[in-house]
């Protein structure tokens, strides 16, 4: 599968405020996306009861795995993990065995939930689609998607 890297990339679609429509411009909603995003978790959670993911105040849920026992990552940190995205549905999107990269420079979703996990540590992260890529299509992912990563973090550096 070629990567899509779509992690890598600073995410210019939140800062999108229309999307077109029959060719007419319609008013991006954010709140009411936001509240339709939290409504997509919450019932992706009441099927997989397995998860015990909690909300961040951000509004991204996300379950620590395993703690892991090394220093926790920066938002200055090159991190190193191995991680795989999904849709809501199952469709997987993107997996990388040897993610290195700058965690200010990866999606708003992994720079706000992962300094909460240490090196050595496992996470899942379930993000709103604004934390994520928006209302834009990036790659195979559709505009406006609730997007579940499992993320290892193997090292962090400054």
Same mark, same amino acid.
């Given at each position: 599968?070629?990567?899509i !890297?779509l !992690?890598?990339?600073?995410? #210019?679609?939140?800062?999108?405020?229309?999307?077109k429509? @029959?060719n $007419?411009? #319609? =008013?991006?909603d954010?709140?009411?996306q936001?509240?339709?995003?939290d409504?997509?978790?919450?019932?992706y959670?009441a099927?997989?009861?397995?998860?015990?993911?909690?909300? /961040?105040?951000s509004g991204?849920?996300?379950?620590?795995?395993?703690?892991g026992t090394?220093? @926790?990552?920066?938002l200055?940190?090159?991190?190193?993990a191995?991680?795989?995205?999904k849709?809501? $549905? %199952?469709t997987?999107? /993107?997996s990388? @065995?040897?993610l #290195?990269?700058?965690?200010? $420079?990866?999606?708003?979703?992994?720079?706000? #939930?992962? =300094?909460?996990?240490?090196?050595g540590?496992?996470?899942?992260?379930?993000?709103?689609?604004?934390?994520?890529?928006? @209302?834009?299509?990036a790659?195979t992912? =559709?505009? $406006?998607?609730?997007?579940i990563?499992?993320?290892?973090?193997? %090292?962090?550096?400054n």
């Open positions: 599968m070629k990567k !890297l !992690l890598l990339l600073l995410p #210019v679609a939140i800062l999108s405020s229309c999307v429509s @029959n $007419n411009v #319609v =008013p991006y954010a709140a009411k936001a509240a339709t995003d409504a997509t978790i919450k019932t959670l099927a997989h009861t397995e998860i015990h993911a909690v909300k /961040d105040t991204v849920y996300y379950q620590i795995i395993t703690q090394g220093s @926790n990552p920066l200055t940190s090159t991190i190193t191995a991680y795989t995205g849709l809501t $549905n %199952g997987l999107f /993107d990388s @065995n040897s #290195v990269y700058p965690l200010g $420079n990866l999606i708003p979703a992994w720079q706000i #939930v992962l =300094p909460y996990l240490k090196v540590g496992q996470m899942l992260i379930i993000t709103p689609s604004r934390y994520a890529y928006g @209302n834009v299509q790659g992912i =559709p505009p $406006n998607s609730v997007l990563f499992s993320v290892s973090l193997s %090292g962090a550096t």
